[in-house]
């Protein structure tokens, strides 16, 4: 068995794929999700948003007995191109051996929420599939990249503009030796790192245990040992600011905590919004001003776990000791607020008051997701947003 592999898929119809699948729901504000389930009531948000997992399993099953789903007869790999005007990436979409992941050849980057990761083990056991793939990267491969543009040069299978705004298209490649290529450059490649995905990566480890023990003939070749993945080259993969906001000030008013944060940083104000041009440089809007912020001293080097990443840099030196703010993962005074919803997200949010001060920060690099990944260190949970990201529900994998 290859590193990467073929497999059949279960998807949607061609006249389906548009309603079917879906964007992250960060996209959809409450009322855009009711919206939208309304106008697409095949969605897979109808599997997701189901009030109990007997209705999710219900409409996922009736998903398929009304061939809105179909599974492909051969073993294909899927070629999936998203683009918007300022951006494109080419990619494909196959399954790996979770084994790979246990050995490191499949290299994750961040911590995770422990509950998030729960509720996918949850879903996916119930509904007995994967609906969306773990998005990855792969370390750039000239002839890989070469060969799928070729094969982008026919008729797409999908291709329609989604919620993300993006285009998305997908062609299904089931040629037997265009397959053994792939797999074989996969395997000369033999590591990718995990971009987005990792609650789904930690909820299929899970599953996979569980079905493995729930199995007295267990071989190591079932489906439950493989995962899907979209995989897509390291040069093309976009990664956005992930911004923070506080709902409160710690007690301090905001001339006393900006008092507090000039110990350390050098604070200048803006007439409009900031966004950082430069590491280690942060934005802020507090009580409808703008305001850039820079450490006046270089970070400390012997702090081995900042490793001097933004994110890192501003929990240790403003976060943590001015506003007292713990661990991310569970203190529910921060909030995270993904790029693509711009700086002027940030404003709302203050000026409504559901924050009382908002960060934005410079994009975590991708040298630095490689290194931290490489490393085996985790970075703070909401370090990265990649940004586009495969949709769920284009194509899916089951364990049957």
Known sequence: MYFINPFKALRPTKENASSVAIASTDHLGEDGKKDYLKKNPWSYLNVFNAS???????????MKKKSI?????????????????????????GTAKLAAYDNLHIRGHEEIFLERAQKRLKQMNNLNAQIGPIYTIYPD?????????KEILSKP??????LDKCKHEIWVLNEEQKIKKICDLFNSINRIYIADGHHRMEALSKLSE???????????????????VAIFPQSQARLLDYNRLIKDLYGYSPKDFIKEIKKKFKVEKHDSFYKPKKP???????????YSLELKEPPEQNLFHIINLDINLLHYYLLEPILGIGDPRYDNRIDFL???????????????????VGFALFATQMKNVISFADKKLNMPPKSTWFDPKPLDGLVAYDFE
């Open 338 to 356: 993904a790029g693509f919803h711009g700086l002027k997200a940030i404003e709302n949010k203050v000026n409504s008051r559901e924050a009382e």
């Open 69 to 93: 789903l179909t599974k492909d007869e051969k073993t294909c790999f899927y070629i999936y191109k998203i683009s918007d005007k300022n951006h494109e990436q080419i990619g494909i979409i």
């Open 210 to 228: 569980f079905k493995k023990h729930k199995n007295p003939n267990h071989t190591g070749d079932e489906p439950y040992n493989y995962f899907m």
């Open 157 to 162: 299978i999908y291709s329609f503009d989604a």
């Open 52 to 62: 109990n997992e007997s209705q999710s399993k219900e409409q996922f099953e009736l």
């Open 280 to 290: 280690q440089t942060f934005g802020m809007y507090l009580d409808k001003q703008w």
């Open 141 to 149: 491969n000239e002839q890989l990249n070469e060969l799928l543009k």
